[in-house]
């Protein structure tokens, strides 16, 4: 599965929070490919960082890209070479501070194109995208 950790965060507006993107019970992972959507009225992304998952690897891919005007975050990570090609389990393969910018609840949503691959270049089947959501409270 690809989901949002925690899948729900409370915040006030003005306060920042912090989403995690798990690979969760993957075998033989090697990279991932996803973009999640947001609207920008309401969320603010200000950092994004590797997660824990690719980055014990000897060298490791990660470029993000993201447009707080269009509301979109696109995320390509992977290992690159190394003793162990591939990884197993749960994990976390990225880091997202949000800062909420309104009062207004909303979701973050995977794009539905999210690909993992394997170490040699296959598609890995993702049984399930669990989406996030920032509940704003008074």
Sequence with gaps: ALMFYPRRQEATGGETVLFQILAEEVANLTAAEFSIN?????????TVTQ????????????????????????VITAILGGDEPSVAGTGVLIEIQINVISATSSELTFSGLEVFRD??????????SVNGRMVVTP
């Design 51 to 74: 997660g824990a998952i690719f980055a014990a690897s000897e060298e490791s891919i990660f470029h993000t890209e993201y447009d707080n005007n269009a509301g979109t975050l696109s």
């Design 119 to 128: 170490p040699e270049n296959n598609n890995i089947t993702i049984l399930e």
């Design 38 to 46: 947001y609207d920008p009225a309401h969320l603010e992304i200000t």
